[in-house]
C-alpha cells in the first residue's frame, strides 16, 4: 500500500506534491475531449454541434459520478487519517457497488429519453440523428467511466495522486489511436463517425476500469470479500451520499445550466452552438489546474480532518485561493492572445472561429475566481457540508450565471452572454470564500 501520511510536513510542499501528478491527470482528460473536438470537427459543423449538443449531458452523469467520488475519497480519506484501515477497505468496497447501481439507472433512463432531452436543448432534425448516433453507443460506455472514476478516488483517498494520473494518460494515448481509425476507417476498419468516436471512448475506458480495479485490489488491499450485512451496507452508501448526493446535484446544476446556455446559443444558429462547444472545452483545459488542487485538496482536507488540524486546513485553503487567483490571470492572457490560433484548429468555418475567438477573450478573465469556487465546493464536502456547498452551487448558476448571461445576450447577443458567465463567476467565489472562512473560523475556536 502506497498511503501517504497527510497531517505532517509543510503544507505548500505536500499540495504541491498531490497537484502536481493531479495537473497531469486532468489534462489528459482535457485532452480526451480535445481529440474528440479535433477529428469530429474534420467531419462537418452539424458533426461539431451534434457533439456540443451531447456535452451538457454527459457532464451531468459525470457530475453525479463526481458526487458518489468526492464522497467516497471524504469517508476514506478520514478512515486512513483515523488509522483506520478496515473501514477504508470497507468503504471502498461499497462505494464502487454504489457506483454500479448508478450505472444501470443511468443506462436506462438515458436511452430512453435521447429524442426527447436534445430536442428540449434545441438539437435541429439536421443535428439529432447525429446526436443519437453518438450517445446510443456513449450510454453503454458509463459502466467503463463510473467504476474507474470511484476507484481512483478511493486511490486518492490514500495520498497517491499518482496512480489515477497514470490511468488517465493510458486512456487518453488508446482513445488517441483509435479516435481517427474508427471515426476515418482505415485498410478494413469502416468509416464510422461520430459511432467511431464514441466506440473509441468504451475501449479505452474499459481499459482504465480492469487496471483501476488491479491496483485497489492488489497493491492497496482496499476491495474486500467479506459480505456487509444490508445494516453495514445501507450505512456506508448512506455516508456517502449525504455528501455525494448533494455534491452530485451541485455539480450537475453547472451542466444543466450550460445545457440552457447552449440552448441560448442555438437561437443564434449552428455556429453559435459549434462555438461554444469549442470554447468550453478549450476553457476546461486552461482551468485544469484548478480542478486538479480541487481534487487535491479534498484528501489533504480528508485526513486532517481526521486529526482535527484546523489549522493546517485553513492554511491549505488560503495558499490555494491565493494560487488560483495569479493562475487564473495568466492563463486568461495566454488564451486572450491566442484565441485566433485556437479557434482555427478546430474549425475551418470563419463564423464558427469568429465567435469562439470572442468567448476566449472574454470568459477566461473569470478564471481565477472559478479556481476559488471550485477549491471553496470541494472544502466543503469534504469537511462534510455539502448542502451549504449545494445551496450556493445553486445560488451561482440559477441566480448569477443564466440569468446574467441571457441579461448579456439581449444586451449585446452572444458576447454579451460570454460577459454575463464572467461576472457570474466572481459573484460565486466571493460567496464561497467569506463562508468557507467563517465555518473554519468558528470550528478552530471550539
Known sequence: MKRKDLTQGSVPRTLYQLTLPMVVGVLSMVAFNLVDTYFIGKLGKNELAALSFTFPVIMVIFSLVQGIGIGATALISRSFGANNLAKAARETTDSLFLALLLVLISVVIGLLTIEPLFSVLGATPEVLPLVREYMEIWYFTILFVIVPFVGNSAIRATGDTLTPSYIMV??????????????FGWGSIP?????????????????????????LRYRERLITFVIPSRQVLFGCWRAILYIGLPTGVSRMIAPVA?????????TYGADAVAAFGVGSRVEILGMSVFFALSAAIAPFIGQNLGQKKWDRIQQAINQSN???????????LVLWLLSAPIAGVFTDSPEVASIVTIYLSIVPISFGFQGVYLIGSASL?????????????????FIFYLPLAYLGANIG????????????????????FFYLRRLIERNSRQ
Open 413 to 432: 447577443g452572444t458576447s454579451g452572454a460570454f460577459v454575463g458567465i464572467a461576472l457570474s463567476y466572481f459573484l460565486g467565489a466571493l460567496v464561497f
Open 191 to 215: 468509416a464510422l463517425g461520430l459511432q467511431g468516436a464514441a466506440l473509441a471512448t468504451a475501449i479505452s475506458r474499459g481499459f482504465t476500469m480492469i487496471v483501476s480495479l488491479y491496483i
Open 170 to 183: 493510458f486512456a487518453v494515448l488508446i482513445n488517441a489511436l483509435l479516435d481517427p481509425l474508427l471515426i
Open 322 to 332: 491565493g494560487f488560483s487567483l495569479l493562475w487564473g490571470g495568466l492563463a486568461a
Open 258 to 266: 450550460v445545457g440552457g446556455v447552449t440552448a441560448l446559443m442555438a
Open 381 to 397: 464536502n469534504t469537511i462534510g457540508k455539502p448542502l451549504p456547498a449545494f445551496v450556493i452551487s445553486l445560488t451561482q448558476m
